[in-house]
């Protein structure tokens, strides 16, 4: 079984409609991320937590929010989409004392009409 | 500011050596990621490196000079497998958060 877990793995929505990704690790991780991805500009950090009471925005976050509902789970939400946020969405953990490398997701790619 | 370059794009033949360089100009420094990323999968991590020098992977090293902001990914007997994107990333300052270069999609010929 997969360490990391996205889903849905595909979505297609419409603009102004709320929609929520969800992300579920079993690597026992304190660490959570979310990125978005779009050609020629690389991984975007939007929200990133360290544990189940600390949230931070990243360098993307306009948009977007985040729930840490448990150590294993960490959801990002889109309250209004709009067409420029049509990207590939990848969660990612990484664990405080195992050290700084992160293990990603298998991605969910988002398309919004 | 943050500024992490690499080249786009690079094409190798099948059994030759290639290498991508990756420069960087960040607000703190304490390590520098490479990661594979196979078109539409997830990044899956190849070597860190936070000390000067190279360190050795099987047929993937990677080499860090912190003092020229300068690291680069050497990928020997190239594999068709081995057609990619290759993601440069540094870690700033005392936490977690990476910021990612743009990434070098490696094509591999027969």
């Known amino acids: 079984d997969a360490d990391v877990t996205q889903t849905p793995r595909n979505r297609i929505t419409k603009t102004g409609k709320r929609i929520m990704l969800e992300c579920s690790q079993t690597k026992g991780h304190d660490r959570m991320y979310w990125y978005r991805q779009d050609p020629g500009l690389g991984l975007r950090l939007i929200y990133y937590?360290?544990?189940?009471?600390?949230?931070n925005k990243g360098e993307i976050s306009d948009g977007y929010s985040v729930s840490r509902q448990a150590q294993a789970k960490f959801s990002l939400s889109l309250e209004s989409a709009i067409p420029n946020q049509t990207a590939l969405y990848f969660c990612?953990?990484?664990?405080?004392?195992?050290?700084?490398?992160?293990?990603f997701g298998p991605g969910t790619r988002l398309l919004v009409l | 500011g943050q500024n992490i370059d690499q080249p786009t794009e690079m094409t190798a033949t099948e059994g030759a050596i290639v290498q991508i360089n990756c420069t960087y100009q960040t607000s703190g420094f304490n390590g520098l990621f490479w990661y594979q990323q196979h078109a539409g999968e997830a990044p899956t991590f190849l070597s860190y490196?936070?000390?000067?020098g190279l360190e050795e992977k099987g047929r993937f090293s990677s080499f860090l000079s912190r003092s020229k902001g300068y690291s680069y990914l050497l990928l020997k007997e190239l594999q068709m497998k081995d057609s990619a994107s290759y993601l440069c990333a540094v870690r700033g300052g005392n936490t977690d958060k990476l910021i990612f270069g743009t990434g070098t999609r490696l094509q591999v010929f027969p």
């Open positions: 937590s360290f544990d189940v009471k600390d949230i």
């Open positions: 490196n936070v000390l000067d």
């Open positions: 990612a953990t990484s664990d405080f004392l195992g050290g700084p490398t992160q293990y």
